[in-house]
Nanobody, 124 residues
C-alpha cells in the first residue's frame, strides 16, 4: 500500500506562488506515475499536472501551462507542484494521486492512490 500526504497549501494573493508537496510511504513510489488534481465544490475532480515514474515526461492542463511545474524526487518519495502567477480561479482543494503505469493519464478513475487534499485559496 501507498499512503500520500499533501502539504503546502494555504492562502495566497493573486500573482503569488505556492509549492505543494506530496510525501509517499512505501517502497513502490518510484514506479508510480504521479499527478495532481484539484476540485471545487459542486465540480468534478480536474486533472492539473502529471509526471511519469522516472520524471522524463510531464503533462499539464492548458489553464496551468507556463505557470505550474510538477517534479519529483524519488529518493525522497516526494512529488511537488510549484505554482506561480496564481489566479483566483486556481482556488481549490488539491490532491496528489498515483498509479502503476508508464504514461500520464488524466482520468481520475485510473489512479489507485490518493492523498487527503490540501486547500489552496487565491485572493484577488
Amino acid at each position: 500500500q501507498v499512503q500520500l500526504i499533501e502539504s503546502g497549501g494555504g492562502l495566497q494573493q493573486a500573482g503569488g506562488s505556492l509549492r505543494l508537496s506530496c510525501a509517499a510511504s512505501g517502497r513502490t513510489f518510484s514506479s508510480l506515475t504521479m499527478s495532481w488534481f484539484r476540485q471545487t465544490p459542486g465540480k468534478e475532480r480536474e486533472f492539473v499536472a502529471g509526471i511519469t515514474w522516472n520524471g522524463d515526461s510531464t503533462y499539464y492542463t492548458n489553464s496551468v501551462k507556463g505557470r505550474f511545474t510538477i517534479s519529483r524526487h524519488n529518493a525522497k518519495n516526494t512529488v511537488y507542484l510549484q505554482m506561480n502567477s496564481l489566479k483566483p480561479e486556481d482556488t481549490a482543494v488539491y490532491y496528489c494521486a498515483g498509479f502503476r503505469g508508464f504514461a500520464v493519464v488524466i482520468a481520475p478513475q485510473r489512479y489507485e492512490y490518493w492523498g487527503q487534499g490540501t486547500q489552496v485559496t487565491v485572493s484577488s
